[in-house]
């Protein structure tokens, strides 16, 4: 019997995890700039949520992607690793690139788990664990880009057993006419797609 809504991202065992959400991803320092362009309405999204889930106690972990500046533990395998790579801007640990986005507020109970490597956040990151060792059950996941990190994230996560819900306000990609595409046939068979004012009013 399929779950409702209240009843899949209810505290007690939901988490808002947010996905490359950071400076040098959605924000003017963006690696991808044609992806920037289509996340404005994103970051207002994603901090009205985080906002709701720290009122109702529940968890919000913000998951950065970072990369040396000597490429050491990165990719190379992949053509978009290639790109990145060679981008003028840097992910490095603990500068403002990596940073979570300006706009979205980060509480001192958050919890932000980065990652050297992989294309998306459950990749040795710790954060299965994590979730698990915190009652999550249900994934409510946000950011970018529904053609690869969010697509990636989702998967693992329903291979990891958890269920996930996607606010379509909260999440980008590029092309949008394929994130459009991407949303209907791909995300639809393995998530649960909702908006952010449904989630909100769950959790208000």
Not at 39 to 63: M, N, S
Not at 186 to 193: C, R
């Amino acid at each position: 019997m399929a779950l409702s809504l209240a009843e899949l991202i209810a505290p007690g065992h939901t988490a808002l995890i947010t996905q490359e959400c950071q400076n040098g991803v959605i924000g003017e320092q963006a690696v991808f700039p044609a992806l920037t362009a289509h996340t404005k309405d994103l970051i207002p999204a994603v901090d009205r949520l985080a906002k709701a889930a720290r009122k109702v106690e529940i968890p919000v972990v913000h998951c950065l992607a970072v990369r040396r500046p000597d490429g050491l533990g990165a990719n190379t395998n992949a053509r978009m690793f290639g790109a990145a790579a060679k981008a003028s801007v840097l992910l490095a640990p603990g500068s403002d690139a990596a940073a979570v986005a300006d706009g979205i507020t980060v509480d001192p109970l958050d919890l932000v788990l980065s990652r050297y490597h992989g294309l998306g956040p459950m990749a040795d990151t710790g954060l299965a664990a994590t979730l698990r060792n915190m009652g999550v059950r249900t994934i409510v996941g946000v950011g970018v880009s529904l053609n690869v990190g969010m697509l990636n994230f989702a998967m693992d996560a329903v291979n990891a057993g958890f269920q996930f819900v996607l606010p379509r306000e909260a999440v980008a990609g590029f092309p949008p006419e394929y994130a459009e595409m991407v949303l209907a046939n791909t995300f639809n068979a393995i998530t649960t797609i909702t908006t952010v004012d449904a989630v909100l009013d769950v959790w208000s």
